[in-house]
């Protein structure tokens, strides 16, 4: 029995199937979560109708930022020296310390404290990687002592693609290795993912990172998402998504990356769940372990963002059609493609809550440990008691509905900007807005359905 | 039968414990100044510390952690302190396998110890048959006994799935009913239970009305429970997997409680409050216990001894916060079976890889374990030939909302013919 044991209730490991998850699912199952998805794709379409209804500026205005300080004497290069300082230290003590990933700073920075932390804080607060790069940083510096420019020029042509194809790596390594935590493993592959694109940004320039380097190109999605931004050279204050209206439309590349963000999220939930499982032919109370789906995660993994961008783009044809739209299918995709990253970054939240809450945990144990401020006990307690983990769900369910709202609005203010009066506006985000409610309950559905790897 | 050796007070456990942390306070070279080397001995602990097993294998990590704390108070093993080197296996059987390797190769372990799920061992034993690495599972298996394994996997510190049900059958027909139902998930975990139990009814004069499968994937029951025949006196379930608090739930809701006796498996609720909202249900039926979660009125020094040095509190829970459950029922095997690696290298006279062979016939010769600071689940019977421990299973009921034990197997209750002879295979 021990096998199975607590597969009971278990700690499914979360995402990434990486860091546990938990029994928190038994509760879960307890809860009415279907009335809690009805009302959530509620919410969105009643934002829908609103905006039918409502002034056309509405939207626009929701987002309109708010100036604040001219802006700071720029140390961010310094900053991003002693990060990549940081990041050899942690490469060489995922090579020499300890084997435990919960107890080894690399695996811990890496899936802990960068992933599920800081790429949430990058969405809601704004670009914080910029700061801590660990690429920008060396590559000013060696720039300033060498005094010469970057030996070849990045080719155009190749726009953000290099970077959709990154980024894919990085997910498929979140969710296909078969031990992504494990503290020598993880060394190496960081190791060797920061070497090549050190040397791509010292023979390539800066262009190397805002192309080809999908983890700033992650950040720098995200960041569109944050409070603060910049506007009209001064940093500024808006509601969340402000700084998706304000920045320029993507490329298609970049556009298409937004997309690989969501799509990579949604399979990242939906290969743990029962239903994923059954369709492999797996028993889901006996997962056999991550080295038994590497193959079919990695198609998971493609063929959930081939069909996202495929139903993406027929809602846009779609509502373009009825809106007597003559935008190309191109332009359609770099236009709406940013909405969805409200989506995407909340369900990103909403997905890692419990394991932020779980092994963030063992990121301060190990903290306390290295200052000698002693132990720090481990709890999963609030993943065994009804009440906390209502108040968890609850919590992840109320972001992913304010992420779909937020995108809606955000779709409707592109569509009014493009110049279609209200009504033609409602009418062309019609089936996007379909696709929204149903991503809504989608999303939902995925945290609380049981999962069992 | 257990017997209580006296009552253990919270006094008494802190004294002995004093006692261990005065011997550690002890500089190094006193406490292992008769070793012939101060190297440590190595053992790698292959950890489910990600995977579906990371519940299990967080609590395995501090029984592990107390254990090896309180030999290397005690001086170590053969005088050498003991250094525990854990490697995440995910819960994954290839990369089990890639954990065994790594501790036979690159880290220099002496042995390996405490794999839990089945899968994983079944996945790594062979590769420590190959590298001729004393391997102590944890799992509570029959593959051990069964001889699907090899000579050098071993499993002393817990009992299996088989002598667990087949020693239930006496209680349950004596006690609540002969008729008797069975609800099982429809794999091989349920299987076991299956074809363990109904022939141990039967030889009790018993009766199997019904044996009623559930897919694994399912999560709603209330259209299987018609299907328990009306004449059903005891409901046996062993229902796992998120769903097993939504079972529970619809169960009560059917019967009203007016159904037949409840008899479960606590692995079931592992890790839960027994006493969660939604758990009601369970007040007055039955439990299967490796060892007792709630602190009993009886409980031995052994026990309390055990209890405090794993940071456990009388509900089971750790004592940093009562929400968090442990799993008690099966985590002591990881306490047991490091004094029975401890026992048997000083047997052996284990000095290094060398004598390894020597580690393992000392093993397999090794009989009654009498209940000790050691053993403090229970007395312990191992058999060399099948390689794995026999010993006396605790059956509880829910009484407001605690697990009270009302029955204790004798040994001889959980014993089944040896289906192999592993002192026969060459090392």
Same mark, same amino acid.
């Given at each position: 029995?021990?096998?199975?044991?607590?597969?009971?209730?278990?700690?499914?490991?979360?995402?990434?199937?990486?860091?546990?998850?938990?029994?928190?699912?038994?509760?879960?199952?307890?809860? $009415?979560?279907?009335?809690?998805?009805?009302?959530?794709?509620?919410?969105?379409?009643?934002?829908?109708?609103?905006?039918?209804?409502? $002034?056309?500026?509405?939207?626009?205005?929701?987002?309109?930022?708010? $100036?604040?300080?001219?802006?700071?004497?720029?140390?961010?290069?310094?900053?991003?020296?002693?990060?990549?300082?940081?990041?050899?230290?942690?490469?060489?003590?995922?090579?020499?310390?300890?084997?435990?990933?919960?107890?080894?700073?690399?695996?811990?920075?890496?899936?802990?404290?960068?992933?599920?932390?800081?790429?949430?804080?990058?969405?809601?607060?704004?670009?914080?990687?910029?700061?801590?790069?660990?690429?920008?940083?060396?590559?000013?510096?060696?720039?300033?002592?060498?005094?010469?420019?970057?030996?070849?020029?990045?080719?155009?042509?190749?726009?953000?693609?290099?970077?959709?194809?990154?980024?894919?790596?990085?997910?498929?390594?979140?969710?296909?290795?078969?031990?992504?935590?494990?503290?020598?493993?993880?060394?190496?592959?960081?190791?060797?993912?920061?070497?090549?694109?050190?040397?791509?940004?010292?023979?390539?320039?800066?262009?190397?990172?805002?192309?080809?380097?999908?983890?700033?190109?992650?950040?720098?999605?995200?960041?569109?998402?944050?409070?603060?931004?910049?506007?009209?050279?001064?940093?500024?204050?808006?509601?969340?998504?402000?700084?998706?209206?304000?920045?320029?439309?993507?490329?298609?590349?970049?556009?298409?990356?937004?997309?690989?963000?969501?799509?990579?999220?949604?399979?990242?939930?939906?290969?743990?769940?029962?239903?994923?499982?059954?369709?492999?032919?797996?028993?889901?109370?006996?997962?056999?372990?991550?080295?038994?789906?590497?193959?079919?995660?990695?198609?998971?993994?493609?063929?959930?963002?081939?069909?996202?961008?495929?139903?993406?783009?027929?809602?846009?044809?779609?509502?373009?059609?009825?809106?007597?739209?003559?935008?190309?299918?191109?332009?359609?995709?770099?236009?709406?493609?940013?909405?969805?990253?409200?989506?995407?970054?909340?369900?990103?939240?909403?997905?890692?809550?419990?394991?932020?809450?779980?092994?963030?945990?063992?990121?301060?144990?190990?903290?306390?440990?290295?200052?000698?401020?002693?132990?720090?006990?481990?709890?999963?307690?609030?993943?065994?008691?009804?009440?906390?983990?209502?108040?968890?769900?609850?919590?992840?369910?109320?972001?992913?509905?304010?992420?779909?709202?937020?995108?809606?609005?955000?779709?409707?203010?592109?569509?009014?900007?493009?110049?279609?009066?209200?009504?033609?506006?409602?009418?062309?985000?019609?089936?996007?807005?379909?696709?929204?409610?149903?991503?809504?309950?989608?999303?939902?559905?995925?945290?609380?359905?049981?999962?069992?790897? | 039968?257990?017997?209580?050796?006296?009552?253990?007070?919270?006094?008494?456990?802190?004294?002995?414990?004093?006692?261990?942390?005065?011997?550690?306070?002890?500089?190094?070279?006193?406490?292992?100044?008769?070793?012939?080397?101060?190297?440590?001995?190595?053992?790698?602990?292959?950890?489910?510390?990600?995977?579906?097993?990371?519940?299990?294998?967080?609590?395995?990590?501090?029984?592990?952690?107390?254990?090896?704390?309180?030999?290397?108070?005690?001086?170590?093993?053969?005088?050498?302190?003991?250094?525990?080197?854990?490697?995440?296996?995910?819960?994954?059987?290839?990369?089990?396998?890639?954990?065994?390797?790594?501790?036979?190769?690159?880290?220099?372990?002496?042995?390996?110890?405490?794999?839990?799920?089945?899968?994983?061992?079944?996945?790594?034993?062979?590769?420590?048959?190959?590298?001729?690495?004393?391997?102590?599972?944890?799992?509570?298996?029959?593959?051990?006994?069964?001889?699907?394994?090899?000579?050098?996997?071993?499993?002393?510190?817990?009992?299996?799935?088989?002598?667990?049900?087949?020693?239930?059958?006496?209680?349950?027909?004596?006690?609540?009913?002969?008729?008797?139902?069975?609800?099982?998930?429809?794999?091989?975990?349920?299987?076991?239970?299956?074809?363990?139990?109904?022939?141990?009814?039967?030889?009790?004069?018993?009766?199997?009305?019904?044996?009623?499968?559930?897919?694994?994937?399912?999560?709603?029951?209330?259209?299987?429970?018609?299907?328990?025949?009306?004449?059903?006196?005891?409901?046996?379930?062993?229902?796992?997997?998120?769903?097993?608090?939504?079972?529970?739930?619809?169960?009560?809701?059917?019967?009203?409680?007016?159904?037949?006796?409840?008899?479960?498996?606590?692995?079931?609720?592992?890790?839960?409050?027994?006493?969660?909202?939604?758990?009601?249900?369970?007040?007055?039926?039955?439990?299967?216990?490796?060892?007792?979660?709630?602190?009993?009125?009886?409980?031995?020094?052994?026990?309390?001894?055990?209890?405090?040095?794993?940071?456990?509190?009388?509900?089971?829970?750790?004592?940093?916060?009562?929400?968090?459950?442990?799993?008690?029922?099966?985590?002591?095997?990881?306490?047991?079976?490091?004094?029975?690696?401890?026992?048997?290298?000083?047997?052996?006279?284990?000095?290094?890889?060398?004598?390894?062979?020597?580690?393992?016939?000392?093993?397999?010769?090794?009989?009654?374990?009498?209940?000790?600071?050691?053993?403090?689940?229970?007395?312990?019977?191992?058999?060399?030939?099948?390689?794995?421990?026999?010993?006396?299973?605790?059956?509880?009921?829910?009484?407001?909302?605690?697990?009270?034990?009302?029955?204790?197997?004798?040994?001889?209750?959980?014993?089944?013919?040896?289906?192999?002879?592993?002192?026969?295979?060459?090392?």
């Amino acid at each position: 029995m021990a096998k199975v044991l607590l597969s009971t209730l278990v700690l499914c490991l979360s995402a990434e199937a990486v860091w546990a998850h938990a029994s928190e699912q038994g509760f879960v199952l307890l809860l $009415p979560t279907d009335v809690y998805i009805a009302a959530g794709g509620a919410t969105v379409v009643l934002t829908v109708a609103l905006l039918a209804v409502l $002034p056309g500026g509405v939207a626009g205005a929701i987002f309109r930022p708010v $100036p604040l300080a001219a802006s700071r004497p720029n140390l961010h290069h310094l900053f991003g020296l002693v990060a990549a300082g940081v990041l050899l230290w942690l490469i060489w003590r995922g090579l020499t310390g300890s084997r435990d990933p919960m107890m080894n700073p690399l695996s811990l920075s890496v899936w802990v404290v960068f992933w599920i932390a800081l790429v949430s804080l990058q969405g809601l607060i704004g670009d914080l990687w910029r700061w801590i790069n660990p690429w920008s940083g060396p590559a000013a510096f060696l720039g300033r002592i060498i005094g010469r420019r970057a030996r070849w020029r990045y080719p155009r042509v190749l726009g953000h693609w290099p970077g959709v194809a990154s980024f894919l790596g990085f997910a498929g390594f979140l969710l296909a290795d078969p031990a992504p935590t494990d503290p020598g493993r993880l060394a190496v592959a960081v190791a060797v993912y920061w070497a090549f694109n050190m040397a791509g940004v010292l023979l390539f320039g800066g262009a190397w990172l805002l192309r080809v380097e999908g983890i700033t190109l992650l950040m720098r999605s995200y960041a569109r998402m944050g409070l603060l931004g910049r506007a009209q050279g001064r940093l500024a204050l808006g509601v969340p998504g402000w700084q998706v209206l304000a920045q320029p439309v993507p490329s298609l590349g970049l556009a298409v990356l937004m997309l690989v963000l969501l799509g990579s999220g949604s399979f990242d939930g939906l290969n743990e769940t029962f239903l994923w499982l059954g369709w492999l032919g797996l028993n889901p109370l006996e997962f056999p372990g991550r080295s038994a789906v590497i193959g079919s995660n990695l198609l998971g993994l493609l063929l959930t963002n081939l069909g996202l961008i495929a139903v993406f783009a027929l809602c846009l044809w779609l509502g373009a059609r009825l809106a007597k739209d003559q935008a190309g299918p191109g332009l359609l995709i770099r236009r709406y493609a940013p909405t969805l990253l409200p989506i995407a970054l909340a369900y990103h939240i909403g997905h890692y809550l419990t394991s932020f809450l779980l092994d963030g945990q063992y990121v301060l144990a190990w903290l306390s440990e290295a200052l000698g401020a002693g132990h720090v006990h481990v709890t999963a307690g609030f993943l065994n008691s009804p009440g906390p983990v209502r108040l968890i769900w609850m919590t992840q369910a109320g972001v992913v509905v304010a992420g779909h709202v937020i995108a809606q609005l955000l779709a409707h203010a592109i569509a009014v900007r493009a110049g279609q009066s209200t009504r033609r506006a409602a009418l062309a985000q019609a089936p996007l807005a379909l696709f929204m409610v149903g991503y809504t309950v989608f999303g939902l559905w995925l945290l609380a359905t049981p999962r069992g790897a | 039968m257990t017997t209580p050796t006296k009552t253990a007070t919270r006094r008494g456990a802190l004294k002995t414990l004093a006692g261990g942390a005065a011997a550690a306070a002890l500089p190094l070279w006193a406490r292992y100044t008769h070793a012939q080397s101060a190297e440590p001995i190595r053992i790698g602990f292959q950890q489910h510390r990600t995977g579906i097993g990371a519940a299990y294998g967080r609590w395995y990590g501090r029984t592990t952690e107390a254990a090896v704390g309180l030999i290397n108070a005690g001086g170590g093993i053969n005088g050498r302190p003991v250094e525990i080197v854990a490697e995440d296996d995910g819960t994954d059987p290839k990369r089990g396998a890639e954990v065994v390797e790594k501790f036979a190769n690159q880290h220099g372990c002496d042995v390996g110890f405490g794999t839990l799920f089945s899968h994983v061992v079944i996945g790594s034993a062979p590769r420590a048959g190959e590298l001729k690495l004393p391997y102590f599972v944890v799992s509570e298996g029959t593959h051990v006994s069964s001889g699907m394994l090899n000579r050098y996997t071993l499993q002393p510190g817990i009992t299996d799935v088989r002598s667990q049900v087949i020693s239930m059958a006496p209680f349950i027909t004596e006690t609540l009913g002969k008729k008797v139902t069975m609800i099982f998930p429809d794999y091989g975990f349920g299987y076991d239970h299956r074809d363990a139990l109904a022939p141990a009814i039967e030889a009790q004069g018993g009766e199997v009305l019904a044996k009623i499968a559930i897919p694994p994937s399912e999560t709603s029951f209330t259209r299987y429970f018609p299907k328990i025949p009306r004449d059903t006196e005891v409901l046996y379930h062993v229902m796992v997997g998120p769903a097993v608090l939504t079972f529970v739930k619809e169960l009560g809701e059917f019967f009203g409680g007016q159904g037949p006796a409840l008899f479960g498996f606590i692995d079931s609720l592992e890790a839960v409050a027994i006493n969660s909202p939604g758990l009601d249900f369970l007040e007055g039926s039955h439990f299967w216990e490796g060892m007792c979660r709630h602190q009993q009125p009886d409980e031995t020094a052994h026990e309390a001894f055990y209890r405090e040095a794993v940071g456990v509190d009388a509900r089971g829970a750790s004592v940093n916060d009562p929400a968090d459950v442990s799993t008690y029922g099966h985590m002591f095997g990881c306490w047991e079976t490091l004094h029975v690696i401890k026992a048997g290298m000083e047997a052996a006279g284990y000095r290094g890889p060398q004598d390894r062979a020597a580690l393992i016939e000392a093993v397999e010769a090794m009989s009654d374990m009498p209940q000790s600071r050691e053993h403090p689940q229970g007395a312990k019977r191992f058999n060399g030939k099948t390689h794995q421990v026999f010993g006396h299973q605790f059956i509880s009921q829910v009484k407001n909302g605690t697990l009270m034990r009302v029955h204790t197997t004798a040994i001889e209750d959980s014993l089944y013919p040896d289906m192999v002879d592993y002192t026969t295979q060459a090392f």
